[in-house]
């Protein structure tokens, strides 16, 4: 039994061995193809440092930078509807200051990370949440975890059953271990973004379902204005209109991914936005965007904007009014 038993723990030992030489090599791969297309490589405390994601995806034409977004001045004024897939995730920018609404599935955390890279986001002025499903909030720890942040604005958790999920758990428990001072909403708030101002014009309301603890928030900078109303369903809607908690904007984020349970026709006529983008992704299970939100955003006369289709999304403030800039720009 001895014996069977040192045979046992040789068997473990060469396991263990295996699985470092297979990470050793992985490494090399990567290091040689980094090397190979010209990325550079540097050595720190005796070990290899691999480049960041922004490099990678620089290097292999992976880049996720809106094109032609490069000739934006430092002091633009911008809104940036990221390509998160089945998700949400919305970077408002005033100069260099920056304010990150959702992030998106766990899934998309890296693609989310080398956006804002690629965008030279070195720190959040605040982060938003609009509400705890996973769509919104997935890649959300992992920003805290890399990012610095100054504030966290949180929805009102007490109008629901308190959220459960794992990945809920996370965010909260990285913002306590970060120690990141937190908010949580209440309409007439307002929070400096550069020289724009984020306003929550409605906390949400009680409900069983969290769509409906959405802010409804306002957006406003030099040259552009929005609402962003997270995933807020028809009732929540009908409850900003009754409160008087809605604003005409140039620009909507459409509500809860173009789906046919939001959007409905008052509230638009409301805001009515000249510019609707719709995140949701590509062939997505739901069906977004749904046929009649469609149906009338276009009846607005609204330019339509689809991260399935168009990729990130950047709408800057300019002398000739505000123009768009996509990743797949024709």
């Not at 809104?79 to 992030?103: E, K, N, R």
């Not at 965008?119 to 609009?130: D, F, I």
């Not at 299970?285 to 046929?291: L, T, V």
Request: charged share 20%; aromatic share 6%; net charge negative.
């Amino acid at each position: 039994m001895a014996q069977k038993r040192r045979t046992s723990k040789r068997r473990r030992s060469q396991k263990i061995t295996i699985r470092l030489s297979v990470s050793q090599l992985v490494t090399m791969i990567v290091a040689v193809i980094c090397l190979l297309v010209g990325v550079n490589l540097g050595w720190e405390d005796g070990k290899l440092v691999l480049p960041t994601w922004s490099e990678l995806y620089d290097a292999f034409d992976l880049s996720t930078k809106p094109q032609g977004s490069e000739q934006l001045s430092d002091e633009t004024q911008a809104i940036h509807f990221i390509d998160v897939g089945q998700g949400d995730a919305t970077l408002l920018q005033s100069g260099d200051t920056y304010c990150l609404v959702d992030a998106g599935e766990s899934d998309s955390q890296e693609a989310l990370l080398a956006y804002l890279e690629e965008q030279g986001v070195e720190q959040l002025a605040l982060v938003v949440m609009t509400h705890p499903h996973a769509d919104h909030i997935g890649g959300m720890r992992a920003v805290l975890e890399q990012i610095p942040v100054e504030q966290v604005l949180l929805p009102v958790l007490d109008n629901a059953p308190y959220p459960t999920t794992r990945t809920f758990e996370r965010v909260m428990e990285t913002i306590e271990k970060k120690q990141i001072p937190t908010v949580v909403s209440e309409a007439g708030q307002t929070f400096s973004i550069g020289d724009g101002v984020l306003e929550v014009l409605l906390e949400g309301m009680e409900t069983d379902n969290y769509n409906n603890l959405s802010q409804v928030l306002y957006y406003k900078a030099p040259g552009l204005s929005a609402v962003l109303s997270g995933d807020a369903e028809a009732d929540l809607e009908q409850l900003a209109l009754q409160n008087g908690a809605v604003k005409q904007a140039q620009i909507f984020k459409a509500a809860h991914h173009g789906s046919n349970t939001s959007n409905t026709w008052e509230f638009l006529q409301s805001i009515q936005p000249e510019w609707i983008v719709i995140s949701c992704g590509k062939d997505n299970s739901y069906g977004h965007p749904h046929r009649e939100p469609m149906e009338r955003y276009q009846k607005l006369g609204a330019t339509i904007l689809r991260t399935d289709q168009d990729g990130s999304v950047i709408l800057a403030a300019t002398e000739n009014g505000i123009e768009s800039y996509t990743t797949n720009a024709a």
